[in-house]
């Protein structure tokens, strides 16, 4: 990690670098199950941001009291009543979209992504980079959630952000997409097979475009020394 | 004079891709024949797109990933992937049905994977359990034989309905299969024997089935006889199917159909000979062959009987490659002159 620039450094890593989602391909589970549409994508998205940007403060700042010998069991138990307090809130004030997501709220404690990222950021860094790293990795699952989300959506049902009320409240119905009445999607990409496909049409998509900037950047060095001689 | 020698090993020249896909093809003829008797120009209509899909994404998949197109398209297994789906797919199946069917086959099921001899799963089997996964209304509705003739049908009502789709008089003209009718039936509570009385069976599991089913039959003998597929896996497949139909139905005749039902009705015959058999997706030990094909015939006994879909070879299909390497190493033959892995 470079010095002079560790917030856009934490920034691009999470978003992008080591996307929890397409690189680390951690938190699968929900990351499957869940996006069998937009909204509920984007919803257990915001839950985990909110759960990881949490934990990674406070893990980050419980730091110096954690005993080496033991802190994975301190981890799952900040770990355990965030989540808790954060499922509490999704059930007070989104009840629809807690009856969609359901057990996969309270399941954001096994996501791997949270404990992975208390481990390996959060207990070795200060505070105010560990609450960014958790934040902008929750970011870049959830974008990744949402993409997957309205792929599947799209693909099965023909329609995009179906049930946004459920998140926005009523005033968010008129944001749903449908192209066609008679739309007979591929029922495929709402099965559990169409999630790993799809997943790993993004993940070849991530590397495609990885390898083209990679080539890119290496014809530009290869250009450079040509131009100075010049 | 000196003899011209070789040193040893000494090998026959096997046959080629090309070769064996070809004899595949013709054995796929005259199958293909008693359906087009039976159904008249939907099969016409479904082999023309089968293979023009097929070769097409074969073309273009190769293009993309930089391999010479000629040679492997000249190797004919895109042929026989596009020819199995069209004459798995119902007749008259609309343009779009061949299409995705062919991408998830081409694309998905075998050069995302690496291309002929590196996919784990029968791509044309990838391609089937896709769309019947997807369009189950479009892909069990099959059209009623002797209604779609060619003498009943012609060509330009036939390519109305594949390229337009939907014409209203048409729903008329399809009726389900016979392993779907058992299936619905048996839910009503009738018995086999009562569900046997309808227009819909013939002698043993459906007018035009008996004569597919014996085409695919001598198609596949023929290919015994070449020596392109070896007995084990038809034979192990389908005295898996009967033996396990025959252990229900002597339990209770009258909810489980025949041993020889299931033999004849669906896809069996075509599926034991010509898709289980596929040379890069199963297994190729002789042991391995037999368990193998077992499995696929218990599967498919097990899913059309207690599963939600009416035939089953291609899920069995695809449950069993993904034991083939398994089943593969712990199948290796015995070395001549070494010891076997329990002293034998």
């Known amino acids: ?230 | 004079m000196m003899f011209g020698t070789n040193t040893s090993p000494y090998m026959h020249a096997p046959q080629g891709v090309g070769q064996v896909m070809a004899q595949v093809i013709y054995a796929l003829v005259p199958g293909t024949l008693v359906l087009l008797w039976f159904f008249g120009w939907g099969v016409i209509t479904n082999l023309l797109l089968g293979l023009g899909f097929a070769l097409l994404l074969e073309a273009l998949m190769l293009k993309l990933r930089q391999r010479p197109i000629l040679p492997f398209l000249t190797d004919y297994s895109a042929v026989v992937t596009g020819w199995l789906l069209a004459v798995a797919l119902p007749p008259y199946s609309p343009w779009w049905l061949l299409l995705i069917a062919l991408i998830f086959a081409m694309v998905i099921g075998k050069h995302l994977y690496g291309g002929l001899g590196y996919n784990p799963f029968n791509p044309a089997m990838v391609g089937y359990a896709a769309i019947l996964v997807s369009f189950p209304v479009e892909m069990t509705s099959w059209p009623a034989p002797e209604l779609t003739s060619i003498a009943n049908i012609n060509l330009s009502e036939a390519l109305q309905q594949v390229l337009l789709g939907g014409a209203s008089t048409w729903d008329g003209l399809t009726q389900a299969t016979t392993l779907d009718t058992i299936k619905t039936h048996l839910r009503l509570g009738e018995t086999v024997e009562q569900i046997s009385q309808g227009q819909a069976f013939g002698w043993i599991a459906g007018q035009a089935w008996e004569w597919v089913s014996l085409a695919w039959l001598a198609g596949g003998l023929w290919l015994i006889y070449r020596k392109i597929i070896s007995w084990h896996i038809p034979f192990a497949l389908m005295a898996a199917l009967a033996g396990m139909a025959l252990i229900f139905w002597l339990i209770n005749p009258h909810t489980y159909s025949s041993p020889l039902f299931h033999l004849v009705g669906g896809a069996t015959i075509l599926g034991a000979f010509f898709i289980a058999t596929d040379p890069v997706s199963a297994s190729t030990t002789p042991l391995g062959k037999i368990l193998y094909a077992g499995g696929i015939g218990c599967f498919t006994y097990i899913i059309r009987v207690w599963g939600s879909y009416p035939d089953a070879i291609a899920f069995a299909v695809l449950i069993m490659n993904m034991a083939v390497p398994l089943l593969d190493a712990y199948t290796q033959p015995r070395v001549y002159g070494t010891k076997g892995r329990f002293g034998l």
């Open chain 1, 1 to 230: 990690m470079s010095a002079e620039h560790p917030y856009r450094e934490i920034i691009f890593n999470g978003i992008w670098q080591n996307n929890p989602g397409l690189v680390q391909l951690l938190g699968l589970c929900p990351l499957m199950a869940v996006t069998t549409n937009l909204v509920n994508g984007l919803g257990l998205g915001i839950a985990t941001l909110m759960t990881l940007a949490t934990t990674n403060l406070l893990i980050s700042l419980l730091r110096p009291f954690i005993r080496e010998e033991i802190r994975i069991p301190a981890f799952v138990l900040i770990i355990a009543s965030t989540v808790t307090a954060i499922e509490l809130l999704i059930h007070a004030y989104f009840s629809e979209l807690y009856a969609v997501l359901g057990i996969f709220i309270p399941l954001i404690v096994t996501n791997c992504i949270i404990i992975g990222r208390a481990e390996a950021y959060a207990a070795k860094n200060p505070p105010q980079y560990a609450w960014l790293d958790g934040l902008i990795m929750g970011i870049g699952f959830t974008l990744v959630l949402v993409t997957l989300g309205a792929i599947r959506e799209f693909l099965a049902h023909g329609s995009l952000f179906s049930q946004a009320h459920l998140m926005f409240g009523e005033a968010a119905r008129g944001l749903s997409l449908q192209i066609s009445d008679h739309f007979t999607g591929l029922l495929l990409a709402a099965l559990p097979p169409g999630a790993f496909i799809s997943l790993g049409f993004l993940v070849a998509g991530k590397n495609y475009i990885d390898q083209r900037r990679a080539a890119h950047t290496q014809q530009q060095a290869l250009l450079k020394p040509a131009s100075d001689a010049l």
